[in-house]
């Protein structure tokens, strides 16, 4: 029996649950597992301190209806006692607690009456799903399309995230947003990062989640979310708030808060930047009458007050899954990335500070030594080599670290090597004028396609733009995005290309970057007619410097530091 296997059976056999020869392997475990070990006695403990305090549970007033509906359910009989729903999976610190379990849970908790409700609405939730085949979730979230799952951008526009996961006859999930997607097809899991990356990573073996991707699959399984919540505000003081509304189809719900704080302080360089690391307000909204999740709502918290950064609207159960959903078709020329392996001389990196290794990365890339340069990160694209090759390092800083990261983030500054991007422009539309539609890089590979979610208006002074030529309309707009003019930037290209500009541009800004003097500067040179796509590719050259915090790691069997971020 692995470690895995124990801790999914850890909490049935406290409560002596399992059968004898399980009982067998999860002692045999125990007597060479310290971690296992340990973990079995805290949960009998903790067995203990909800037994103790049953009598008092027992006294609790929960009043109102939706309790009364709790209660209701809690007349059914079933084999699983308190412990085995709250700590099944303990491992992942994740499972649920219900039925007349959930008031014992509830007095552990906390006293306060509203919390004790709150979290009875949430077990009963994790109930009503407690058996599923499979369920879909798809929701918006303010993010870079292709940045990490977790990743919040709270100043961007939002984009679509979402899951699907199959749990027999095995589990099997995919989670996408625009730019990134993760397939687990029950053999293996593959992240994708999509052009203009092109970057591939795979984890072998059948994982519950990976690359980010838990908080969404903690949602998914609700009973993984509410046994995380409430000790979490057992052990961190987190408030819970419950009332009762009407949805817009007439149906009441009950909506239960949880006011969720990170720990991690708020001068933090990393603070903010993931969901795990930022304070949250966690707004759940079950079927008063199923007990089902419906909906939910994730706002970021900062000073400057409230901002939400997450919105789950759809949700389906035990709906089959096409099994095509969890086969993921990649390009032949996926960047795969691979794990830093031992070098021959590996001592001369590993004893590198991080400083020192940020300086040879860059120095190898300015001298477009590949070689070396992959020996700092991977995959070294075709994209890596146009963007850095013969940049110029101005300056680079001490390393500093943060409370959410396991390694360092070593400031710099460079002076990118002039390139080249291709824009495409057409003025097939109403207002017959010139529109941003689409930018390729040098060698016309999609990078974004400008999606227009209608036709683009005619404007007040409409034959002013309607007689520039597509590279004046191209430097147009270039020119008013260096400027920050959104309205007349709207006027050449998507109202989502303007919003996610304007989101990258503000978060930039509140890391401390100047955005005026580090936005690169275009210019349109020439335009070409393209037959096949009815449309002009623009030429356009560019020039600028990059001011960033390059995140470095170095926890790798090669023990030596890798880029992790900010190029």
Same mark, same amino acid.
Request: glycine letters at 6%.
């Given at each position: 029996?692995?470690?895995?296997?124990?801790?999914?059976?850890?909490?049935?056999?406290?409560?002596? *649950?399992?059968?004898?020869?399980?009982?067998?392997?999860?002692?045999?475990?125990?007597?060479?597992?310290?971690?296992?070990?340990?973990?079995?006695?805290?949960?009998?403990?903790?067995?203990?301190?909800?037994?103790?305090?049953?009598?008092?549970?027992?006294?609790?007033?929960?009043?109102?209806?939706?309790?009364?509906?709790?209660?209701?359910?809690?007349?059914?009989?079933?084999?699983?006692?308190?412990?085995?729903?709250?700590?099944?999976?303990?491992?992942?610190?994740?499972?649920?607690?219900?039925?007349?379990?959930?008031?014992?849970?509830?007095?552990?908790?906390?006293? !306060?009456?509203? #919390?004790?409700?709150?979290?009875? $609405?949430?077990?009963?939730?994790?109930?009503?799903?407690?058996?599923?085949?499979?369920?879909?979730?798809?929701?918006?979230?303010?993010?870079?399309?292709?940045?990490?799952?977790?990743?919040?951008?709270?100043?961007?526009?939002?984009?679509?995230?979402?899951?699907?996961?199959?749990?027999?006859?095995?589990?099997?999930?995919?989670?996408?947003?625009?730019?990134?997607?993760?397939?687990?097809?029950?053999?293996?899991?593959?992240?994708?990062?999509?052009?203009?990356?092109?970057?591939? +990573?795979? $984890?072998?073996?059948?994982?519950?989640?990976?690359?980010?991707?838990?908080?969404?699959?903690?949602?998914?399984? *609700?009973?993984?979310?509410?046994?995380?919540?409430?000790?979490?505000?057992? &052990?961190?003081?987190?408030?819970?708030?419950?009332? =009762?509304?009407?949805?817009?189809?007439?149906?009441?719900?009950?909506? @239960?808060?949880?006011?969720?704080?990170?720990?991690?302080?708020?001068?933090?360089?990393?603070?903010? #930047?993931?969901?795990?690391?930022?304070?949250?307000? %966690?707004?759940?909204?079950?079927?008063?009458?199923?007990?089902?999740?419906?909906?939910?709502?994730?706002?970021? $918290?900062?000073?400057?007050?409230?901002?939400?950064?997450?919105?789950?609207?759809?949700?389906?159960?035990?709906?089959?899954?096409?099994?095509?959903?969890?086969? *993921?078709?990649?390009?032949?020329?996926?960047?795969?990335?691979?794990?830093?392996?031992?070098?021959?001389?590996?001592?001369?990196?590993?004893?590198?500070? &991080?400083?020192?290794?940020?300086?040879?990365?860059?120095?190898?890339?300015?001298?477009?030594?590949?070689?070396?340069?992959?020996?700092?990160?991977?995959?070294?694209?075709?994209?890596?080599?146009?963007?850095?090759?013969?940049? =110029?390092?101005?300056?680079?800083?001490? &390393?500093?670290?943060?409370?959410?990261?396991?390694?360092?983030?070593?400031?710099?500054?460079?002076?990118?090597?002039?390139?080249?991007?291709? @824009?495409? @422009?057409?003025?097939?539309?109403?207002?017959?004028?010139?529109?941003?539609?689409?930018?390729?890089?040098?060698?016309?590979?999609?990078?974004?396609?400008?999606?227009?979610?209608?036709?683009?208006?005619?404007? !007040?002074?409409?034959?002013? +733009?309607? %007689? *520039?030529?597509?590279?004046?309309?191209?430097?147009?707009?270039?020119?008013?995005?260096?400027?920050?003019?959104?309205?007349?930037?709207?006027?050449?290209?998507?109202?989502?290309?303007?919003?996610?500009?304007?989101?990258?541009?503000?978060?930039?800004?509140?890391?401390?970057?100047?955005?005026?003097?580090?936005?690169?500067?275009?210019?349109? @040179?020439?335009?070409?007619?393209?037959?096949?796509?009815?449309?002009?590719?623009?030429?356009?050259?560019?020039?600028? $410097?990059?001011?960033?915090?390059?995140?470095?790691?170095?926890?790798?069997?090669?023990?030596?530091?890798?880029?992790?971020?900010?190029?």
């Amino acid at each position: 029996m692995n470690c895995a296997e124990c801790r999914e059976n850890l909490v049935a056999c406290v409560e002596g *649950l399992l059968g004898d020869e399980q009982f067998r392997h999860c002692q045999a475990h125990f007597e060479g597992c310290a971690d296992c070990r340990a973990e079995y006695a805290a949960i009998a403990a903790l067995q203990q301190q909800l037994a103790a305090s049953g009598r008092v549970a027992a006294e609790v007033s929960v009043v109102g209806p939706v309790m009364r509906r709790v209660r209701q359910q809690q007349t059914v009989k079933e084999r699983s006692t308190i412990m085995s729903r709250l700590f099944t999976r303990w491992g992942l610190g994740l499972s649920a607690a219900a039925g007349a379990g959930a008031v014992i849970l509830i007095v552990a908790l906390a006293a !306060p009456r509203a #919390h004790a409700t709150a979290a009875a $609405v949430m077990a009963r939730g994790a109930r009503a799903v407690a058996n599923l085949t499979s369920i879909h979730l798809r929701g918006q979230m303010r993010t870079f399309p292709q940045d990490n799952f977790e990743s919040i951008s709270p100043d961007s526009p939002f984009c679509t995230v979402e899951l699907w996961k199959q749990y027999t006859p095995q589990l099997e999930w995919r989670v996408e947003k625009p730019g990134r997607v993760a397939v687990m097809d029950g053999q293996s899991a593959v992240l994708y990062i999509k052009a203009p990356a092109n970057m591939g +990573y795979k $984890v072998p073996g059948a994982t519950p989640s990976a690359f980010d991707t838990e908080w969404l699959h903690s949602i998914a399984d *609700l009973s993984n979310t509410i046994s995380n919540d409430l000790r979490h505000a057992k &052990a961190q003081g987190w408030k819970l708030d419950l009332i =009762e509304e009407t949805a817009a189809n007439g149906s009441r719900q009950a909506v @239960v808060t949880v006011h969720a704080r990170s720990g991690v302080p708020d001068d933090d360089y990393g603070k903010n #930047h993931f969901l795990g690391n930022a304070d949250t307000r %966690r707004v759940y909204r079950f079927d008063a009458e199923s007990g089902q999740l419906e909906a939910a709502q994730m706002y970021l $918290v900062r000073n400057s007050g409230e901002v939400q950064v997450f919105e789950l609207n759809e949700i389906e159960y035990n709906t089959p899954i096409e099994p095509s959903v969890f086969q *993921l078709q990649l390009p032949a020329d996926v960047a795969w990335v691979q794990d830093p392996q031992t070098l021959p001389d590996n001592q001369k990196y590993a004893s590198m500070t &991080a400083e020192q290794a940020a300086r040879a990365f860059f120095e190898a890339c300015a001298a477009t030594n590949w070689d070396e340069a992959g020996k700092f990160m991977s995959p070294i694209t075709d994209q890596t080599k146009e963007g850095l090759g013969g940049l =110029e390092i101005v300056s680079l800083g001490q &390393a500093f670290s943060s409370k959410t990261y396991p390694g360092r983030f070593v400031p710099y500054e460079i002076k990118l090597p002039p390139q080249v991007v291709n @824009v495409r @422009v057409a003025n097939t539309n109403a207002a017959k004028r010139f529109v941003l539609t689409g930018v390729y890089d040098s060698k016309l590979r999609l990078q974004q396609d400008l999606k227009w979610s209608g036709e683009p208006e005619v404007l !007040p002074n409409n034959q002013a +733009y309607a %007689r *520039l030529s597509p590279t004046e309309t191209v430097q147009a707009y270039f020119d008013a995005q260096a400027k920050f003019d959104w309205v007349e930037m709207r006027k050449f290209t998507s109202q989502h290309d303007v919003e996610e500009t304007k989101g990258q541009v503000e978060t930039a800004q509140k890391m401390g970057m100047d955005m005026r003097k580090l936005m690169p500067v275009y210019k349109a @040179v020439e335009a070409v007619w393209s037959p096949e796509q009815s449309a002009f590719f623009v030429r356009c050259q560019v020039t600028g $410097v990059k001011k960033f915090n390059l995140a470095v790691r170095k926890d790798n069997p090669a023990g030596r530091w890798q880029v992790d971020g900010g190029i």
